[in-house]
């Protein structure tokens, strides 16, 4: 088919552009254009290339996966990949410099070229004639496997240099690796979808990179830094490293921004403790930095041993990896119920700092690494400094010190309050008591005194905070026995202050059941839940009273809501408090039962836009007292929709559906008159 010069100008104009996209997009994060416009592009480019047979091995639509490879091949490096010489303290690194003066026989200040050393996985690009032909793994430095098919996936690597006269052969070596966020998503994503969560990036970009199926590599984030030229036929190098780099960022190729030209040892090992400084912050894992004699005519004079250069040198910063032993599994209560088992370690230094506990997440976690009280683990201190237990090292290969193990058991009852503990989804366990246990205090406070729930104006956090940490109160029961001498003399409270806000606590004791029962901090009983138990029950007597059962028969609450408000109120020392509080004046009306709960039965509504008269949560609250079933998405099973300013896809949704549209007025007098009814 014969193909006219203005559709190969289209199919050339799409490939730079969206190489010009990726670029910005992968190497710099600095996007000009949205995903859609992006995806429209690639889109167009498909279908040309397809409609006449256009396809290309540079062509940007070939970063897809394709079909798997029986094996890897094997690929003999023309010039071996040598490996570092390493080095751990600054001592070391100035005898480093020392060597290179003797050898140059010369005491002439050396210039270097400074780079972080990326953990990740070495490999080498041969491009021809300006066209990614080849991508191999470094492998023992002088044979590597063939991943060209990987590759070719990796959105920072372009299928062709950005250059009006490409050299005939030219190899890039670089290191391949999986940046934090990106590792975070891929695992965020294995957990919701219950597959394998990996332990770290660097073993997870080795695997992507070895995959057969490179359509599994295509799902990896994974990213390139190039660090030397290997073959380079046809083109003249400049004379040193740095220029180099400026070189290869001009072909295109991904360059790290945190590289250095230093002039003397000293200025290297600044930039190795700034490096340090700032390895937490880095969007990549490192665990040293490079340094590398920058002029190429220097290099050649220091030679190479047989296994690695003599003009470079990696600086090592503190292992991040070591072994210890867990010499107990403690249970600790959050500040909102969730009890998390946290290891106590024999202490051991790992990335800089001594780690002596760390958190084991869950039980599943724990069962996941098969931790026994006495193991011998690996702790790992990650990029963001939190320390972890990666792996249980076999009894075969580490002998335990006291030779005996202990397994980990969940206690029976909060290790805080002795109450009991419930399952909080698939993998969480968290204290059902809630309001009187000591390790929830301050939040419990807080919450009860919240605008929504008892709502005591002048009551603020920091107030809360204080008067807890000074054990003042210990529950919200206390805050009604508080006093104008203690108040006042309290920091930046004075008379005044105190009279207001003792003035505020007498107010809230007027309340009502639905603001008493959102208080209490029962597990998800929000504002609407606790509406709908007061319309439904009439009274706190019945709400106790009712078994699980009989709370599933309220609207919007299902067995699992059920379930926690029924152990709230079996809990004795949760009764304990309410009677407290109801004797210091806490009070509210009893609500009639009647047929008003039933006006909107059936009924589903949905809230869109921004309410300025009411809240979301006070707007459903209403809603679920008359009946109705507050939904966040708009069906053809929807009966009507409020539509505040702002509204968007739902608003559209409704119209277009020809679904009961009304404003925030005209639903404030709606429910006022069914209200009265």
């Known amino acids: 088919m014969a193909v006219s010069k203005k559709i190969h100008a289209e199919v050339q104009q799409l490939r730079q552009l969206i190489e010009h996209h990726n670029r910005l997009y992968y190497t710099f994060a600095a996007p000009e254009i ?54 751990n303290s600054e ?56 991943i060209t098919h990987n590759v070719r996936t990796i959105s920072s690597i372009p299928l062709r240099l950005q250059c009006d006269e ?54 990896m984030p994974l990213q390139m830094y190039c660090y030397s030229v290997g073959i380079a036929d046809g083109i003249n190098l400049p004379d040193s490293l740095s220029q180099v780099f400026a070189m290869l960022k001009g072909f295109g190729l991904p360059i790290n921004d945190d590289l250095l030209v230093a002039k003397g040892i000293d200025e290297c090992i600044t930039y190795c403790e700034q490096l340090l400084g700032k390895r937490n912050d880095l969007e990549y894992e490192i665990d040293g930095a490079v340094i590398k004699v920058n002029r190429f005519r220097t290099q050649e004079a220091l030679g190479n041993t047989a296994r690695s250069p ?27 119920g969730t009890i998390t088992p946290v290891a106590r370690l024999e202490p051991v230094f790992v990335g800089g700092v001594t780690v002596s506990n760390t958190t084991l997440h869950n039980m599943d976690e724990i069962e996941r690494l098969g931790l026994h009280i006495g193991d011998t683990v690996i702790v790992r201190r ?106 006042a003399g309290m920091e930046r409270m004075g008379d005044k202050s105190a009279d207001n806000l003792l003035a505020a606590i007498s107010k809230a004791k007027k309340t009502t059941l639905p603001r008493f029962l959102f208080a209490l901090g029962i597990r998800e009983v929000g504002e609407a839940t606790a509406q709908a138990l007061a ?66 039965d059936g009924e589903t509504w949905v809230l869109t836009g921004t309410l300025e008269q009411l809240t979301r949560n006070e707007a459903k609250a209403r809603l679920v007292a008359l009946g109705a079933k507050v939904a966040g998405s708009v069906s053809a099973k929807t009966d009507c929709v409020v539509a505040g300013p702002g509204a968007g896809s739902k608003l559209t949704k409704a119209e277009e559906l020809q679904i009961k549209v009304i404003d925030e007025d005209t639903f404030l007098r709606q429910l006022e008159k069914l209200e009265q009814q």
């Open 382 to 487: 990650a990029g963001d400094v939190i320390p972890k237990i990666v792996k249980v090292l076999d009894s075969e290969s580490v002998k335990k010190g006291s030779g005996k193990r202990k397994a980990v058991v969940l206690p029976d009852g909060c290790p805080a309050c002795g109450s009991a503990i419930e399952k909080d989804g698939e993998v969480l366990v968290r204290c059902s008591a809630g309001i009187i246990c000591p390790a929830q205090r301050k939040e419990s406070i807080k919450h009860f005194a919240s605008r929504t729930a008892l709502d005591i104006e002048g009551l603020g956090n920091k107030l809360i905070e204080q008067l807890v940490d000074l054990e003042l109160i210990s529950n919200v029961s206390d805050i009604f026995a508080l006093d104008k001498q203690t108040l």
């Open 34 to 87: 949205p995903d859609d416009d992006y995806d429209a592009l690639l889109a167009r480019l498909q279908s040309l290339e397809s409609d006449y047979d256009l396809v290309t091995p540079d062509s940007p639509t070939q970063r897809v996966g394709s079909a798997p490879q029986s094996q890897f091949s094997q690929v003999t490096h023309e010039n071996p990949m040598l490996s570092l010489a390493k080095v």
């Open 91 to 146: 001592d070391e690194l100035r005898s480093f410099e020392q060597r290179l003066h003797k050898s140059l026989e010369s005491d002439a200040n050396l210039e270097y070229s400074c780079e972080p050393k990326i953990d990740g996985v070495a490999v080498s690009l041969l491009y021809e004639d300006g066209v990614l032909t080849r991508g191999a793994t470094r492998g023992d430095g002088v044979t590597g496997e063939d």
């Open 535 to 600: 319309n439904h029950f009439g009274d706190l007597p019945a709400i106790i009273a009712a078994d699980a059962e009989a709370l599933e028969e309220v609207a919007d609450i299902g067995p699992i809501v059920a379930q926690h408000i029924a152990t709230f109120f079996r809990n004795k020392d949760n009764l304990g408090l309410i009677a407290q509080l109801q004797k210091q004046g806490i009070e509210w009306p009893v609500i009639e039962v009647s047929t008003m709960a039933k006006l909107l």
């Open 310 to 336: 003599r003009w470079a040198i990696a600086y090592k910063f503190p292992a991040e990896e070591k072994t210890t032993t867990v010499l107990n599994v403690e249970f600790q209560v959050g500040r909102t």
């Open 166 to 219: 490409p050299p005939a052969r030219f190899e890039v070596r670089g290191e391949i690796f999986l940046g934090k966020q990106g590792f975070a998503r891929i695992n965020a994503r294995a957990s919701n979808d219950g597959g394998k969560v990996f332990v770290n990036p660097r073993n997870t970009a080795a695997g992507a990179i070895r995959q057969l199926d490179s359509r599994n590599t295509a799902k």
